[in-house]
Every structure is written in C-alpha cells, then in structure tokens.
C-alpha cells in the first residue's frame, strides 16, 4: 500500500470556520491531488500540485486553498467552512505523470 | 472539456451472474488515459487497471475484464461469475496526456456505479 495519510479522519465543524486538512506522503511522490467526493458527482478535483509550492486549481477550486511547503505535504485549507463543503476529501499521489494515482482512506468533513 | 459518463447509477445481480459495467468518455486529445477504481463499503479507492488510448487489446485479468472500444468512445468492464466481495462503487476516469509535466494524472472520474452481488 501506498504511504499515504490523512488527517484529520473524521472532523464536524461550524459554518464559517477555518478547517485544514492534511495530507502526508513517504513515497516521495512529485505530484498530489486533492479530490472531493460526493453522491452523484463522483470525485472531482480541487486542487493538485506538481512539486514543491507549485499548485494549482481543478474543477471545484472556489472557496478552497492549499499549501505544499515540502514534497510529503499536502495542505487543503477551507477558509469559512460552508455546508455546501460536506464531503469525503481524498488526497491522492502519482508518479510519473500520467500515471495511476494512489488514494489516502479519506477524511469525512461535516459542516454544520 | 474532458467528460466521463456511467449512465448505470446502481445495478443488482445474484451471484454467479455476469454483469457489465458502462463508461463512455469524451475528449478532444489523440493521447489520453482511461482508468477503473473500485470502492467497497470501506471507503478506499482501489486501483483497477490503467489504458492508453493507443492500446485498444480487451484485457482479462481472473474474473475481470475490459473492452475498449474507441470508434465509440467506451471503456467497459465486465465480472464474470459474480461475488458478494465484488459488490461495491466502481468508477471510470479519463486522464489527458497534454499538459505538459505541471499537469500530472488530473482524472476526470464518472458518477460511478453502485454494483450490489446478492447472494
């Protein structure tokens, strides 16, 4: 299995505050993603990054940031958590470009 | 714009019955990349297989197997002799081989299909 945690697993939070999730590699790994989950919509892209602090936006960027300060981190800021943003989040990893991606277990996100 | 489409929202079998799963992609790239997870009940994304848009040989791997049909722009995936443990999300994605290095895997995943092996 991929080396792949996140964290927070689970995490209720109230509309309007900040909420970071995390996202941990040891497969040194160039490329992350993150990807929200939801009922009829499959899994959509938020945001992904190709090397240290290089990011950049996917399909459903709005209200969301992130931060890669070193390859093993993956950062996914909601800066005023809104209801709309209950989801599962998953971080995911590849290498070499187009290649598979690896998933972490998901972080289940309410917000109330 | 890239787009994955798996009309079947949920599908239910009895087990030993074979069953098909559909996914029809669009794309305007020559050079693209087609993909199957799988999602038991557990919640994690499980990897399938992986196909370059130049490679259109059917696979067979045990019980599972793909046909990838470009003229009609589908990348199906059939079980054979269902089983419970087969029961779960699947669901196809589609990755575009234009970008350059800063664009990575980015995948385009269907909706997903909702398959239940009873018993």
């Known amino acids: 299995d991929a080396g792949i945690t996140q964290s927070p697993r689970h995490k209720v939070t109230e509309t309007g505050t900040p909420v970071t999730l995390r996202c941990h590699q040891t497969e040194n790994h160039r490329y992350m993603y993150w990807y929200r989950q939801d009922p009829g919509h499959g899994l959509r892209l938020i945001h992904y990054s190709y090397g240290v602090k290089d990011t950049d936006k996917g399909e459903v960027s709005d209200g969301y940031s992130v931060s890669r300060s070193k390859t093993e981190d993956f950062l996914l800021t909601l800066e005023s958590a809104t209801s709309s943003q209950t989801s599962v989040y998953f971080c995911?990893?590849?290498?070499?470009?187009?290649?598979?991606?690896?998933f972490g277990s998901g972080t289940q996100l309410s917000v109330l | 714009a890239q787009k994955v489409t798996q009309a079947q929202t949920e599908i239910s079998v009895v087990e030993k019955e074979d069953v098909t799963l559909d996914c029809v992609y669009e794309?305007?790239?020559?050079?693209?990349?087609l993909f199957w997870y799988k999602q038991p009940p557990s919640g994690e994304l499980v990897f399938l297989i992986r196909r370059n848009s130049f490679d259109e040989q059917n696979e067979i791997s045990g019980r599972y197997s793909w046909n990838f049909q470009k003229s009609t722009s589908s990348f199906n995936f059939t079980i054979t002799a269902s089983q419970v443990v087969d029961s779960a999300v699947y669901f196809c994605a589609l990755s575009e081989a234009g970008g350059g290095e800063t664009s990575g895997s980015r995948l385009t995943f269907g909706e997903g299909t909702q398959l239940t092996v009873n018993p």
């Open positions: 794309t305007r790239d020559t050079t693209y990349y």
């Open positions: 995911a990893i590849s290498e070499p470009r187009n290649e598979k991606l690896f």
